[in-house]
């Protein structure tokens, strides 16, 4: 069996190439309702990740002062701030990626 070979560089930029997000036709009933609460959505997940990583970076900066178990407890919430960026960010690419696998 061939080994398989792939370009690093193909593969970094299909990983992070752009696509267009599908959405509803117009004569869908609700579909600006629809498209609202999606982006409402999103923006409200990427607040919690900006709340949480203030947060854990204030927990994490105080407890120099005293309690260590505030320093795990604040990189554990900054980690998890960037983690649900990350993650809210990527949400429709992921989506339509694994829509046009599953259609392929």
Not at 77 to 100: E, H
Request: proline share 5%; charged share 5%.
């Amino acid at each position: 069996m061939p080994a398989l070979t792939m370009n690093p560089a193909l593969f970094v930029s299909s990983i992070f190439a752009q696509v267009d997000p599908v959405t509803p036709s117009k004569d869908f009933p609700g579909a600006d309702l629809l498209a609202n609460m999606l982006q409402w959505g999103m923006y409200l997940s990427l607040a919690l990740s900006v709340g949480s990583i203030i947060y854990g970076g204030g927990s994490w900066t105080w407890s120099k002062w005293g309690n260590s178990g505030y320093a795990v407890s604040g990189k554990s919430w900054v980690l998890g701030g960037i983690i649900g960026a990350l993650i809210s960010g990527l949400a429709v690419t992921m989506v339509n990626r694994l829509f046009s696998a599953a259609g392929a």
